[in-house]
């Protein structure tokens, strides 16, 4: 599906990225937290570094720790091979799709039932029923759907 709007890099592109920058992320406490129980004096210096450093941007702190000392630069290289052996062997893929997809399903949820309920003049002892919620986002879900369809020619999102 083309998205508009993310001008060079796709939306899948872009997740990627952010996805690079929360490894790095993961390989930095890692190594740091490994530092402190067998080299405390490179625990500090590396607690130091992130303190003076962002980051956001994980190649950008991996190449300014790289260029800080030798000392610095054998902790990146760590950094660098921990990120790599999360990324391809310990990140939970399938975890993580599971997971986006029921954020953004119980999301819609909430938000077009947070909705009725402000929009709706009904009692609040009906609301208080067990069902009451799950039949109206049903219904709701299937007017939008009914909408959608019958009106599929002249529908253009935003």
């Not at 450093?53 to 702190?61: A, C, E, Q, R």
């Amino acid at each position: 599906m083309y998205v508009p709007g993310f001008g060079e890099a796709s939306p899948e592109a872009k997740a990627a990225k952010n996805l690079h920058n929360l490894f790095t992320y993961v390989a930095v406490r890692v190594v740091n937290a490994q530092l402190e129980s067998y080299n405390t004096e490179a625990h500090k210096e590396l607690t130091e570094f992130m303190e003076k450093h962002s980051l956001n941007d994980g190649d950008k702190f991996c190449a300014a720790l790289m260029r800080e000392s030798s000392r610095h630069k054998t902790l990146a290289m760590r950094i660098l091979e921990v990120r790599s052996a999360y990324c391809k062997k310990d990140f939970e893929w399938d975890n993580l799709e599971r997971l986006a997809k029921k954020m953004a399903d119980e999301s819609n949820t909430r938000l077009m039932r947070d909705y009725v309920l402000e929009t709706s003049h009904v009692e609040t002892e009906k609301m208080k029923s067990p069902n009451f919620m799950d039949n109206i986002v049903l219904h709701m879900i299937m007017f939008i759907y009914i909408y959608i369809s019958c009106n599929a020619n002249h529908f253009t999102p935003y």
